[in-house]
């Protein structure tokens, strides 16, 4: 479990990215080392989100926990899991011919496309 001063450091890191940039002296440099360190605190809030979300429905698996009730301004309630399908063979076939033909189309031109706003990706670097 993460520690109370481990949260409250990753707490005070968020509150401090929340401030805005000043985009006309920023350097393309700060600005990406900051949507880097967003990138870093959303993952570790995003972990301790899924890790304490995890928590509650053990709770509730011990009968500790209803699954409906109010805490910290929200209302919460326990849905089952997401389903997953499985299709029988003819349809796993369909399908591959779907993608197929969908290939075709591209490459020939019938098919259309539409591109949206541009975006910046940040990977890593390997060392």
Not at 77 to 102: H, I
Request: proline share 4%; with cysteine.
């Amino acid at each position: 479990m993460l520690s109370q001063k481990r949260a409250i450091t990753i707490a005070a890191s968020a509150m401090t990215m929340l401030q805005q940039p000043q985009a006309p002296t920023a350097s393309f440099e700060s600005i990406a080392a900051e949507v880097a360190q967003a990138d870093s605190a959303i993952k570790q809030w995003t972990e301790r989100k899924d890790y304490l979300r995890g928590l509650l429905v053990q709770l509730h698996q011990a009968g500790e926990a209803p699954s409906k009730f109010t805490a910290a301004g929200k209302s919460w309630t326990l849905v089952d899991g997401k389903k997953t399908w499985s299709y029988p063979a003819e349809v796993q076939e369909y399908e591959a011919n779907l993608k197929k033909t969908k290939v075709i189309c591209q490459n020939n031109g019938t098919a259309t496309y539409e591109v949206g706003e541009p975006f910046y990706t940040a990977r890593e670097v390997k060392s």
